[in-house]
């Protein structure tokens, strides 16, 4: 099994470009969501998916879309990309959006400059 | 926004020593969890808490949630520099915030030989 795959591990933008970080998960599960994280303040929720079609803003969405079409991908976009937006970026799956434990891929790390 | 305060955010340890790390919040979580982070990877699920005054001990590690559910602690004894890595509360908050997992900032634990 491979768990939650991130790709890609590195990214280095410019200030005004786009791109798409890719999240896949091979456990069938439902509940899928995006976090970064930044020295000192842990993870921030950016968006989540309760299942194929569903997706909702969590605590810090803004300049971040997602789209969920499939159940297997929960794919990233920046669509103009700021400095602010320098961090890692974590995908999480879990079988449903209760207790369950949270499976993290490991991490896309990304620099705008 | 329901917020998790964890402390201490460093912890520089001698092997053998018991250490203590402390996850507060004024906001009542339906269940807690605890995480472990390496660098360059994803954290992992190390217990999840649902019951108010729960105590679970998983080895050298004993996790307890607060009768209120607003806190939990994280006690490790006799740390080894195998404990060394990043340690992450977060909170699953019930209601309108179902799904919604709040994480603390997060304390950096190394452990000297």
């Known amino acids: 099994n491979a768990g939650v795959t991130q790709t890609p591990k590195f990214q280095v933008l410019k200030t005004g470009q786009s791109m798409t970080l890719q999240c896949a998960q091979d456990?069938?599960?439902?509940?899928m969501s995006w976090y970064r994280q930044d020295p000192g303040m842990g993870l921030r929720l950016i968006h989540y998916?309760?299942?194929?079609?569903?997706?909702d803003q969590g605590e810090v969405p803004n300049g971040y879309n997602v789209s969920r079409s499939t159940t297997e991908d929960f794919p990233l976009r920046l669509l103009s990309a700021a400095p602010s937006q320098t961090s890692v970026y974590f995908c999480?799956?879990?079988?449903?959006?209760?207790?369950?434990?949270?499976?993290f891929g490991d991490g896309t790390r990304l620099s705008i400059l | 926004t329901q917020l998790l305060e964890q402390s201490p955010q460093f912890l520089s340890i001698q092997e053998g020593e018991n250490l203590t790390v402390y996850c507060n919040s004024s906001?009542?979580?339906?269940?807690l969890q605890w995480y472990r982070q390496e660098p360059g990877e994803g954290p992992v699920l190390l217990v999840t808490?649902?019951?108010?005054?729960e105590v679970k001990k998983l080895k050298r590690l004993t996790f307890q949630f607060g009768d209120a559910r607003k806190d939990s602690s994280l006690h490790i004894t006799a740390a080894q520099p195998g404990d060394t890595g990043l340690y992450l509360c977060?909170?699953?908050?019930?209601?309108?915030?179902?799904?919604?997992?709040?994480f603390g900032q997060g304390t950096i634990l190394t452990v000297h030989p």
């Open positions: 999480a799956s879990s079988p449903d959006r209760g207790e369950q434990p949270q499976h």
């Open positions: 456990m069938n599960h439902e509940y």
């Open positions: 998916s309760v299942g194929a079609g569903i997706t």
């Open positions: 906001s009542v979580f339906s269940s």
């Open positions: 808490v649902v019951t108010g005054g």
């Open positions: 977060a909170g699953h908050a019930g209601g309108t915030s179902y799904g919604k997992l709040t």
